[in-house]
């Protein structure tokens, strides 16, 4: 199946043009001689940098504590902590047993994603399924609701024109979707909620405050597309529900890609929140954390500091700045022209190039650290083509620790997040995920691209857990659950009988 258009853009200029255009000077700076005479080497910047950026169990520890913590206050009432703890009104995870043709809508951070899928029941399972992907032109990411909308409407009718072979809609139905929206909303039904705030580098105008699942109905409407929204889901919810699928022990999901987000199965009486004619569902249910916006106890640095302020949502998202893929490379690149500035590292003048924020991406960083050659040849050459200089050997070395230190932090912290939420499952209901097996399932482009990253988040946890409750807690990559996920909650959820 040909994808209409994958693309690789580049999302993140998008919310610092204004920072940019304001402050950004388009001319190689020179380097001060009275500095670079004072500092000459990049060494002791390096080593400022892995200390302030070290996570030592003591400071996972605490993490994970705050997190639990955290959970617990924002569980308690609307506002009381950094996690929104949203209720996501999935109170029924999919069986196996849903039948017939649903699609899926995933609007993230860098594309959007449409898909179908025929579903068989208990035997067939999954007969068939299709996806296109679609980046998101940067100028609809800060612009109107309706251009947004409609761009989406209409690539979804282009999709649901080409529905063929073994996909079949029984005469007289509408079509079913559900819309995986990964930003925070205000759910209020299974099927509507209101955007509370864009984030990773969105400020389209208009949506905050509004139900996204009517925004998306009125321009399905516009298009002429015969298709309802049956469940707005949130894509870690997505990805549980997508892994739950073929695995009864799947309690958590995350997703590392643009952004970050954790969701996990909850009892309704640990919700004091959840009051009201609605608790009459049984037993559990999915509450999306929205950790993203976790803050306490971080190990930041200046550099940190510096992105945060000159970001479109200061003071906000901070553990996801600190650990996701759209800020990784944004962070080496900061320390980078520390160095070329303070300390020559590319010779007399700072690279004009690496002056522009979010130059270097996380999966330069990672294609860097992948370079086991001997000269790192690799991170000669993504060096050259992204700030356009040459780099000696002692230079490339410096540059994979800084990118190491940074990927180490952000995998390790990760890793505290996720034992904090396993901690704060088992003081509830001691046993529901340790001394058993427990799987966490994970998704997002950071995630599956980044071993490194990966490995870093697996050791965190295991040190936290230790080698006896760790070996039980099983961390997974679900690929491409969410997109599955949301077509079987659109089924779980759909107006006809299944
Ligand atoms: P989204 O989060 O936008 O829904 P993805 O889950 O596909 O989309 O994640 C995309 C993000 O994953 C990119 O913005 C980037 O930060 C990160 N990423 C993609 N490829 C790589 C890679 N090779 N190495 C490290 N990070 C990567
Ligand atoms: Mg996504």
Not at 32 to 55: E, F, G, H, N, Y
Not at 265 to 270: D, F, L
Request: charged fraction near 20%; aromatic fraction near 6%; hydrophobic fraction near 40%.
């Amino acid at each position: 199946m040909q994808a209409m258009s994958v693309t690789a853009s580049l999302p993140a200029l998008r919310p610092f043009q204004a920072v940019r255009s304001a402050r950004w000077v388009p001319r190689a700076r020179v380097v001060m001689s009275v500095r670079s005479s004072l500092t000459i080497s990049a060494a002791p910047i390096l080593t400022k940098l892995q200390r302030d950026c070290a996570t030592p169990l003591s400071v996972l520890r605490h993490v994970a504590d705050a997190m639990a913590t955290d959970m617990r206050a924002g569980l308690e009432v609307d506002g009381g902590s950094d996690l929104k703890m949203i209720l996501s009104y999935v109170d029924a995870l999919p069986t196996g047993n849903e039948k017939g043709l649903f699609y899926a809508l995933d609007l993230g951070g860098t594309n959007f994603r449409v898909l179908r899928v025929q579903l068989g029941g208990k035997d067939e399972r999954v007969i068939a399924t299709e996806f296109e992907q679609v980046s998101i032109p940067p100028e609809l990411m800060s612009g109107t609701s309706e251009e947004l909308f409609d761009f989406i409407a209409s690539g979804l009718t282009q999709f649901a024109q080409t529905e063929t072979g073994k996909f079949h809609l029984p005469q007289g139905r509408t079509r079913e979707l559900g819309f995986t929206f990964s930003f925070p909303v205000k759910q209020t039904s299974i099927d509507s909620g209101i955007l509370m705030n864009w984030t990773k580098g969105f400020s389209v105008s208009g949506t905050a405050g509004k139900d996204v699942v009517a925004c998306l109905n009125e321009a399905m409407k516009r298009q002429g597309l015969n298709m309802r929204v049956s469940a707005l889901v949130n894509d870690t919810v997505g990805t549980l529900a997508g892994a739950r699928y073929w695995d009864d022990d799947v309690m958590v999901a995350i997703i590392l890609g643009t952004g970050t987000n954790a969701c996990y199965v909850e009892s309704v009486n640990a919700i004091p929140k959840l009051q009201g004619p609605n608790t009459t569902i049984g037993g559990k249910t999915i509450v999306n954390t929205e950790w993203g916006a976790f803050s306490n106890g971080l190990p930041l640095t200046e550099f940190d500091r510096e992105m945060d302020a000159q970001s479109i949502n200061p003071g906000e998202q901070i553990f996801e700045k600190t650990i996701s893929g759209m800020y990784l490379g944004e962070i080496v690149r900061r320390v980078l022209v520390r160095m070329a500035e303070d300390a020559r590292l590319f010779g007399d003048s700072v690279p004009e190039k690496l002056l522009m924020p979010f130059s270097l991406r996380t999966p330069d960083i990672c294609a860097m650290q992948q370079d086991s050659s001997k000269d790192f040849e690799a991170v000669g050459s993504i060096l050259y083509n992204v700030a356009g200089v040459n780099s000696n050997l002692s230079t490339r070395k410096t540059i994979i620790d800084i990118c190491d230190t940074i990927a180490k932090r952000g995998g390790r912290l990760a890793g505290a997040g996720i034992v904090g939420i396993l901690q704060k499952m088992e003081e509830d209901s001691q046993g529901i995920v340790f001394g058993k097996r427990t799987v966490v399932a994970m998704d997002g482009g950071l995630y599956e691209h980044y071993p490194q990253y990966r490995m870093y988040l697996q050791d965190a946890v295991t040190e936290l857990l230790g080698d006896e409750i760790s070996k039980n807690i099983i961390i997974e990559h679900s690929k491409d659950g969410s997109g599955i996920g949301a077509a079987l909650l659109a089924a779980t959820n759909s107006m006809y009988e299944h």
